[in-house]
């Protein structure tokens, strides 16, 4: 698993454990984003058929978790809304650099990145939740979350040199953590 370089303080927790249902409604739309990004990198790679397949079960397992969530959502008597924008994502993917390698490979990494994020907060709610089922489920999340980190490490590593994997995957660990530092705590994933 990825070290981060930015711990989630734990008012951030505290945010979500306050206002719970917000928190569900943005986990919702972050994995219906994440499902939408795994058939985009299908669009862009066709000619990778590793990738392809991969990225075509991990949009299946996101849409999956999306089902999922919006179960919780309607048992709570929510509604889903639309969409907002996640100035977290937003600001990581304008470090993604052009130019045909150096953008797979960037998204790639920033795609690792942003799901070693997701590991560490749902660790940290389903750490906070008291009941099991809700607990149970967020704890799944987190393992899943950290088998995505690995699969998305694990293609960059297929598609590019080792050491320019690692090297780049430093200096946006480094970036991550300046954008996670500067963002306010809502009751939201990122």
């Known amino acids: 698993m990825c070290k981060l370089l930015f711990n989630t303080p734990p008012n951030w927790v505290e945010a979500i454990m306050a206002d719970f249902d917000a928190f569900l409604l943005d986990h919702a739309a972050a994995e219906k984003k994440a499902s939408g990004m795994a058939m985009s990198m299908v669009s862009h790679y066709p000619d990778k058929p590793e990738l392809v397949k991969a990225m075509t079960e991990l949009a299946i397992e996101e849409l999956n978790h999306f089902k999922e969530v919006t179960k919780i959502i309607y048992a709570r008597g929510l509604q889903l809304g639309a969409d907002t924008k996640d100035d977290y994502i937003n600001q990581f993917r304008k470090l993604i650099r052009t130019g045909p390698d150096d953008y797979m490979l960037d998204r790639l990494l920033v795609a690792a990145i942003v799901e070693a994020r ?73």
């Open 118 to 190: 997701g590991a560490e907060r749902f660790g940290l709610i389903a750490a906070a939740l008291t009941d099991n089922s809700l607990k149970h489920f967020y704890e799944a999340i987190t393992r899943s979350e950290q088998r995505h980190f690995k699969l998305f490490h694990d293609l960059a590593i297929l598609y590019f040199d080792n050491n320019l994997v690692a090297e780049r995957l430093e200096a946006l660990l480094h970036h991550e953590a300046d954008i996670v530092a500067s963002l306010p705590i809502t009751p939201a994933l990122h």
